[in-house]
T-cell receptor
Framework: EAQVTQNPRYLITVTGKKLTVTCSQNMNHEYMSWYRQDPGLGLRQIYY???????DKGDVPEGYKVSRKEKRNFPLILESPSPNQTSLYFC???????????????FGEGSRLTVL | AQSVAQPEDQVNVAEGNPLTVKCTYS??????LFWYVQYPNRGLQFLLK??????LVKGSYGFEAEFNKSQTSFHLKKPSALVSDSALYFC?????????FGKGTMLLVSP
């Protein structure tokens, strides 16, 4: 089954404790992206990756890091989480960032993160 | 930079009636426009897109959207709403290698 898998789905942590949210897709997609969803703000892009070893900042990259060492994986790293990073996070992938299928994103189920 | 506006936080409609969810956009060049739906506790699902061609595009679950270049709008429509259509709907525009979303419109369909 074609899917984007995120883990963990739910996490409660404390300020400053490093954490990683993993994201994996099994569709051989080139393009991957992270979004955060907050009430009244919609979805805002954190980082994206056009392909392996190519990443770039989205609208709200502060406090986050990403890496794209393999095509299928795109982990989101919070080096020192703060309460303002409490949010619902979505990983998404697309066949390509430049082809006619541009913008047709497949989303994971989301990871709800609470930072105390 | 591109942007999307969804002027209604919530749209209420009775089952069987037509529905419209509004969206306006701003982007340089030709627009690539999308609608996504989010059901409770789920990720977003692609509904339909406009890239070029016919201004009326058809998508999943009987939804369609009308592109209007002069009004920079891309409204989502369905001729007859179902209770199961109740969800959060997002309009989005592609540009600069990113998909920019509106804030979302909650659609509530009453029996």
């Amino acid at each position: 089954e074609a899917q984007v898998t995120q883990n963990p789905r739910y996490l409660i942590t404390v300020t400053g404790k490093k954490l990683t949210v993993t994201c994996s897709q099994n569709m051989n997609h080139e393009y991957m992206s992270w979004y955060r969803q907050d009430p009244g703000l919609g979805l805002r892009q954190i980082y994206y990756s056009m392909n392996v070893e190519v990443t770039d900042k989205g609208d709200v990259p502060e406090g986050y890091k990403v890496s794209r060492k393999e095509k299928r994986n795109f982990p989101l790293i919070l080096e020192s989480p703060s309460p303002n990073q409490t949010s619902l996070y979505f990983c998404a992938s697309s066949l390509s960032g430049t082809s006619g299928r541009t913008g047709e994103l497949f989303f994971g189920e989301g990871s709800r993160l609470t930072v105390l | 930079a591109q942007s999307v506006a969804q002027p209604e936080d919530q749209v209420n409609v009775a089952e069987g009636n037509p529905l419209t969810v509004k969206c306006t956009y701003s982007v340089s060049g030709n627009p690539y426009l999308f609608w996504y739906v989010q059901y409770p506790n789920r990720g977003l699902q692609f509904l339909l897109k406009y890239i070029t061609g016919d201004n009326l595009v058809k998508g999943s679950y009987g939804f369609e959207a009308e592109f209007n270049k002069s009004q920079t709008s891309f409204h989502l429509k369905k001729p007859s709403a179902l209770v199961s259509d109740s969800a959060l709907y997002f309009c989005a525009v592609w540009g600069y290698s990113t998909l920019t979303f509106g804030k979302g419109t909650m659609l509530l369909v009453s029996p």
